[in-house]
Each structure stands twice: as C-alpha cells, then as structure tokens.
C-alpha cells in the first residue's frame, strides 16, 4: 500500500516562498506519476502542476511562473517551490500519486483520476 506524506507548509507574507515536500512509502518502483493539488476553504479541489514517469511536467495557469514541480527520484520525493506567493494561494496543499506512465492532460486535472492522496500541509499567505 502506497503511502503519501506531505510536509513544508507554513505562514508567509505575499511575496514570499515555501517549498513542499512529499515523501512516498510503499511502491515506488511502479511508474508513476504525481501531482500536487490544492484546496481553499469551500472551495473545489484544484490542480497545481503534475509531473509525469520520465519527469515532464505540466502546471496550471495559477503556478506558471511562479511555481516549480520536481522529483527526486532516489528519495521517493515529490516538491513544490513555490515562489512569489499570493494571498489567494491559501489552501491545503495535497499531493497525489496514479500508476500510470504518462498523463491525458484533461484527465489529469480531476482529482477522480487520482487514487492515492496524502493527508496535506496547510499554506497561508498574509497580505
């Protein structure tokens, strides 16, 4: 059973970074893909950035430029740096993780196409 472990969220002011951790037990030797996500209070869940088995990444209109999606691959961690921070990026910060080599783009932006989730770490960014 896979299991997913995020951690590195905090309190910041606008402008500001943090960087997320998501450390992954259990099977890593499947090809995989992972994606980190976000939901605000009351709020849908939200795709941040996906990156797939053999490291190419995607990211959604609300991180380009901004945020940075990696793996370590050998650490079985998933990261997300997250630069110039915005009051509007409050939210708890999930990663997610599917056996699957490649991604649908389309697809990969509904949690449904997700099966495995780990508990969040909340980011709030004050003005």
């Known amino acids: 059973q896979v299991q997913l472990m995020e951690s590195g969220g905090g309190s910041v002011n606008s402008g500001g970074s943090l960087r997320l951790s998501c450390v992954v037990s259990?099977?890593?030797?499947?090809?995989?893909?992972m994606a980190w996500f976000r939901q605000a209070p009351g709020e849908e869940h939200e795709a941040v950035a996906t990156v797939d088995s053999i490291g190419q990444t995607s990211y959604t209109d609300s991180a380009k430029g901004r945020f940075t999606i990696s793996r370590d691959v050998a650490q079985s961690t998933l990261y997300l740096q997250m630069n110039s921070l915005k009051p509007e990026d409050t939210a708890m910060y999930y990663c997610?993780?599917?056996?699957?080599?490649?991604?649908?783009?389309?697809?990969?932006?509904?949690?449904?196409?997700?099966?495995?989730w780990g508990q969040g770490t909340q980011v709030t960014v004050s003005p």
């Open positions: 997610a993780l599917t056996y699957r080599s490649y991604l649908s783009f389309d697809g990969s932006l509904s949690p449904a196409y997700w099966p495995h």
């Open positions: 259990g099977d890593t030797y499947t090809p995989h893909c």
